[in-house]
T-cell receptor, first 118, second 110 residues
Framework: GAVVSQHPSRVICKSGTSVKIECRSLDFQATTMFWYRQFPKQSLMLMATSNEGSKATYEQGVEKDKFLINHASLTLSTLTVTSAHPEDSSFYIC??????????????FGPGTRLTVL | SQQGEEDPQALSIQEGENATMNCSYKTSINNLQWYRQNSGRGLVHLILIRSNEREKHSGRLRVTLDTSKKSSSLLITASRAADTASYFCATAGGSEKLVFGKGTKLTVNP
């Protein structure tokens, strides 16, 4: 259980275009999903917290107009990188919050999306 | 912001040896979690230890937590080549957010 998928797994686009990444919880409902960014050989940096039916909460320094997040249902959140530039090239990972036995929430991660902007 | 600091940054051992990775953090926590990431892939949840626990086991994994020192360790016993991956600690405070450490890249040589 607790499987999270991401689509696409890899995308190459031209500078100036927009790219949409989907994150789905396949076998559970997630009121909260998270979007992370990971540069090569570095750790995950939280970009935003996505709550179903409400606006996302962005971390300091993350441009909300550039990284549009929509959490339209309990199983789907999307991240749109608008007007992408080469510096946006990165590995984007989503996670969905689920409750473990014992009542503690933890996050289950998708396989990631490798974005390359030419 | 980054809270956890893992050490070592990289660890290379032979199959069958034990691997120990450490994580330090700065603020108070509700729990600490360890994740594994194979190259270019997503993260896999390994184990969670609550702030009131000192040690936890899961198969070949042993995690300790010392809240007075704000540190945790992950021990993998009898390592296998398939354990080669990056390992991250992540702390959870009062919210659902996780703050990840920088990770330890483990290489297990056959």
């Amino acid at each position: 259980g607790a499987v999270v998928s991401q689509h696409p797994s890899r995308v190459i686009c031209k500078s100036g275009t927009s790219v949409k990444i989907e994150c789905r919880s396949l076998d559970f409902q997630a009121t909260t999903m998270f979007w992370y960014r990971q540069f090569p050989k570095q750790s995950l940096m939280l970009m935003a917290t996505s709550n179903e039916g409400s606006k996302a909460t962005y971390e300091q320094g993350v441009e909300k107009d550039k990284f549009l997040i929509n959490h339209a249902s309990l199983t789907l959140s999307t991240l749109t990188v608008t007007s992408a530039h080469p510096e946006d090239s990165s590995f984007y990972i989503c996670s969905a919050s689920a409750e473990l036995a014992g009542g503690i929430d933890t996050q289950y991660f998708g396989p990631g999306t490798r974005l390359t902007v030419l | 912001s980054q809270q956890g600091e893992e050490d070592p940054q990289a660890l290379s051992i032979q199959e069958g040896e034990n691997a120990t990775m450490n994580c330090s953090y700065k603020t108070s926590i509700n729990n600490l979690q360890w994740y594994r990431q194979n190259s270019g892939r997503g993260l896999v949840h390994l184990i969670l230890i609550r702030s009131n626990e000192r040690e936890k086991h899961s198969g070949r994994l042993r995690v300790t937590l010392d809240t007075s020192k704000k540190s945790s360790s992950l021990l993998i016993t009898a390592s296998r080549a398939a354990d080669t991956a990056s390992y991250f600690c992540a702390t959870a405070g009062g919210s659902e957010k996780l703050v990840f450490g920088k990770g330890t890249k483990l290489t297990v040589n056959p």
